[in-house]
């Protein structure tokens, strides 16, 4: 049903700055979340940043904010994730999740994964 694509995953040096994109088919109306998630080798998944369809405020997690900004093009049905000033610790597959129906997003029982793209930074 839900299908998700990432894009613009790659390798940067400290400092440096990646959008990745996430392209959506498949949703059906109703309330949603959008998600980026990470997770490094040995380490567990966390949340990155989620976005509502309604009009709240997106969540960042604190490694994130003041340097990611999600943002999402109803027209296109895309989802990204503009990276700036990126620190080797930013180094993880990346994946990007919905889930549908939903009201509360800062969750990990998200409905859909994309398949991840990779972000190296290097030092």
């Known amino acids: 049903q839900v299908q998700l694509v990432e894009s613009g995953g790659g390798s940067v040096q400290a400092g440096g700055s990646l959008r990745l994109s996430c392209a959506a088919s498949?949703?059906?109306?109703?309330?949603?979340?959008l998600g980026w998630f990470r997770q490094a080798p040995g380490k567990e998944r966390e949340i990155v940043a989620t976005i509502y369809s309604g009009s709240a405020l997106p969540y960042y997690a604190d490694s994130a904010k003041g340097r990611f900004t999600i943002y999402r093009d109803n027209a296109k049905n895309t989802l990204s994730l503009q990276m700036n000033s990126l620190k080797p610790e930013d180094t993880a597959m990346y994946y990007c999740a919905a889930k549908v129906w939903a009201t509360y997003c800062v969750t990990h029982d998200y409905n859909y994964w994309g398949q991840g793209t990779q972000v190296t930074v290097s030092s």
């Open positions: 498949g949703y059906t109306s109703g309330s949603y979340c």
